[in-house]
Structures are given as C-alpha cells and as structure tokens.
T-cell receptor, first 115, second 110 residues
Framework: DAGVIQSPRHEVTEMGQEVTLRCKPI?????LFWYRQTMMRGLELLIY????????DSGMPEDRFSAKMPNASFSTLKIQPSEPRDSAVYFC?????????????FGEGSRLTVL | QQQVKQSPQSLIVQKGGISIINCAYE??????FPWYQQFPGKGPALLIA?????SEKKEGRFTISFNKSAKQFSLHIMDSQPGDSATYFC?????????FGQGTELSVKP
C-alpha cells in the first residue's frame, strides 16, 4: 500500500508569496493531521481533520495559515503571505479513527524555505 | 496541561550500551503513550507504545517503562547499535490529538 504522499518535497520561495502544500492520506484512513517541525519547537500539531471536517485548528499560528480537506483523499495547507519564520518541515499524517492503537502514519514531509 | 516534556535533547552512547530517554506529562487524561523514531529526511514512524494501565512493555531491544503516579515514562534501548542513531519522540494521545515531546537526537558510536 502507498503511504502518505506529500508534495512538494522541497519548496523555496520569497517572502510574501503564497505557498500550498499538498497531502494524500493512506486510503481508508479518515483522520488527517498537519504538523510543523522546527529545531526550536519540535513537532507542533497545526490542525487535524476527522472525516474531512476540521476538529481542532488551535495550533494554526495565525490567519496567514489555512487548511482544507475537500475530500477523503486530499488535503492542502496554505500559507499566504509567507514569511521567513515559516521555514520548517511540514508533515502530513493519517490514521484510522477506529484504530485501537492510534498509530499515526507520516509522510516524508515538505521542506519549506522562505527567503 | 497538554505538554509532554522530553529529556535529554541529545544523547551519545557507545555501541552495546543502554540508551535512556525520559518524558513527563501533566494531563492525566492522556490515554496512549507512543514513541516515534525519525531518520534524517523521513517522517516519524511508530516504534513502540504503551497504555497507562501497563507498567512496562518490551519489544526486542526496546522497552517502555511507565510510572503512572509520577506521570513519567521512558524508553530504554538495550545493546544500542549505530543503526539506532535517529531522533526519538515521545508522545501522548488526548482525544484524538497526538502531542509530541521535543525530541532526543541519539547518536550511537561504533
């Protein structure tokens, strides 16, 4: 089975530009998470969806960040306008809500550099 | 309340030695405590996990020790190998949210 697929793997952009990160969860998984990883703050949960519905977006840093999940097989995280402090690795992860272990399956991440 | 505190930030161990990473939490509503392993350029992957009604879980060279009264849990890696060099994250699950510790960068020297 294919794992969680993220694109792009690397993105370099200039401050003020719009950035869109994409995620395809594992088929059959109905819970999707967006995390941000930096050296200073570790792995921060930004937002998560259950059955395509946003459940908790309290980790979204500010209004410049938005996330959508239009269907069970696709999600986007958008930053507009981007700033240098947004530079990080963004991970998407998915799991089955009914899973007794709660195991999260992570993609390989999208490394964002904002100049 | 939702934080998980992890230590140390980095750890260097000789091959064959024991690696120990510690985590502490405050919220007693957490109900699942996994450890994730991350190699450079990859996403974290589940290594081993424990529920709070169990005091210890062992899988091969990896053991979780859980102290519910102290609200602490730890990962022990026995006979550490260079291939174990990675970043390790403890985590805690609360109502569908997985909260991660800051991570420990482990280096096992040959």
């Amino acid at each position: 089975d294919a794992g969680v697929i993220q694109s792009p793997r690397h993105e370099v952009t200039e401050m003020g530009q719009e950035v869109t990160l994409r995620c395809k969860p594992i088929s059959g998984h109905n819970s999707l998470f967006w995390y941000r990883q930096t050296m200073m703050r570790g792995l921060e949960l930004l937002i998560y969806f259950n059955n395509n519905v946003p459940i908790d977006d309290s980790g979204m840093p500010e209004d410049r960040f938005s996330a959508k999940m239009p269907n069970a097989s696709f999600s986007t995280l958008k930053i507009q306008p981007s700033e240098p402090r947004d530079s990080a690795v963004y991970f998407c992860a998915s799991r089955r809500l009914a899973s007794s272990t709660g195991e999260l399956f992570f993609g390989e991440g999208s490394r964002l550099t904002v100049l | 309340q939702q934080q998980v505190k992890q230590s140390p930030q980095s750890l260097i161990v000789q091959k064959g030695g024991i690696s120990i990473i510690n985590c502490a939490y405050e919220n007693t509503a957490f109900d699942y405590f996994p450890w994730y392993q991350q190699f450079p350029g990859k996403g974290p992957a589940l290594l081993i996990a424990i529920r709070p009604d169990v005091s210890e879980k062992k899988e091969g060279r990896f053991t979780i020790s859980f102290n519910k009264s102290a609200k602490q849990f730890s990962l022990h890696i026995m006979d550490s190998q260079p291939g174990d060099s990675a970043t390790y994250f403890c985590a805690a699950l609360l109502g569908g949210k997985l909260i991660f510790g800051q991570g420990t960068e482990l280096s096992v020297k040959p």
